[in-house]
């Protein structure tokens, strides 16, 4: 019953526009777990049993609030559901974790780990290589960039479908970023593989989102960016970060001129509301050497 019920809920979230895979993941294992105690509802004291088996207190916040978001669909329709409390584990804060925001050095020695991965005159190098500096230089998700097809290339810039939201948008790309893939377009069509999409490994296939953030741990460790597995570092999603922050650095610092930036680099990185742009802003020194300059030129009477 709470599988047909998973489903049920599964398809609504689809529908609505959400790509909902991690909780779809974890309902699916909450489900199993409910079905093999033979429940045929949702009880509190099975899901805190079940909560409570992740590694971290932040997972077993997020497995119980997945599990309370389904059963408050479910209760509206049978309230043999319970609906364990939000606080059931604690009230934990959300803290935002500080991005990294890689310098040029740093993503150029990041390339040239990748560049060296073996096996050498394969695809694999290259491929990581290019993948790499493409989010680099356009800020744009993990999942998209290994989603793109080869008919996503067009003349005026990469073409991003049906991504979070439904939302589509074409990205421009400056010229170097078109000669990168261009070399790594020629050197994938030599792979000779019936698979149309832009990024695949040395089996025709698109690599997966794990393979891919495995592959940036351990490039990330070799260069100095991370220490030991189980260390915090740089994630690959800082990536994007560093995109936003660095084209807002090389935005004229006046107000209009800043307004119209951050109106069209939330259009570029494909985000629904203007707001969603500021989680991925971050202070650095040269955002602060401009904040300060704007604000003595109040100071003294300047227009601003």
């Known amino acids: 019953m709470l599988s047909l019920n998973l489903a049920r809920y599964a398809e609504l979230q689809q529908h609505l526009g959400f790509k909902f895979r991690v909780q779809h993941s974890l309902l699916k294992s909450f489900v199993a777990f409910a079905e093999g105690n033979g429940d045929r509802y949702v009880q509190t004291a099975r899901v805190l049993e079940w909560a409570t088996l992740a590694p971290s207190p932040q997972q077993c916040r997020n497995r119980l609030l997945t599990v309370r978001r389904f059963a408050l669909a479910l209760s509206a329709e049978n309230r043999c559901h319970e609906i364990p409390p939000a606080d059931a584990l604690g009230r934990g804060l959300f803290e935002r974790r500080i991005p990294h925001i890689y310098t040029v050095d740093e993503i150029t020695a990041l390339m040239r780990a990748a560049a060296r991965l073996k096996p050498s005159g394969s695809i694999r190098p290259l491929l990581y290589e290019t993948l790499f500096g493409l989010l680099a230089a356009t800020g744009m998700r993990v999942s998209e960039a290994l989603a793109l097809r080869l008919d996503d290339l067009t003349a005026d810039g990469l073409v991003i479908r049906q991504t979070k939201f439904q939302k589509s948008r074409l990205l421009p790309l400056h010229a170097t970023t078109w000669e990168a893939l261009d070399r ?27 393979t891919v953030i495995a592959i940036f741990l351990r490039l990330a460790r070799s260069t100095g960016l991370r220490g030991q597995p189980g260390q915090p570092g740089p994630r690959i999603h800082d990536l994007r970060h560093t995109f936003a922050v660095r084209s807002l650095e090389q935005c004229r610092p006046d107000r209009d001129a800043v307004g119209r930036h951050i109106v069209a680099l939330s259009t570029y990185l494909g985000h629904a509301h203007v707001t969603d742009t500021y989680w991925y802003l971050q202070a650095t020194p040269t955002l602060m050497g401009q904040i300060a300059s704007a604000g003595e030129a109040l100071h003294q009477g300047a227009a601003p």
């Open 184 to 210: 790594y377009v020629a050197a994938r069509q030599r792979l000779g593989t019936w698979d149309d999409a832009l990024f695949v490994s040395n089996t025709g296939t698109t690599p997966s989102y794990p």
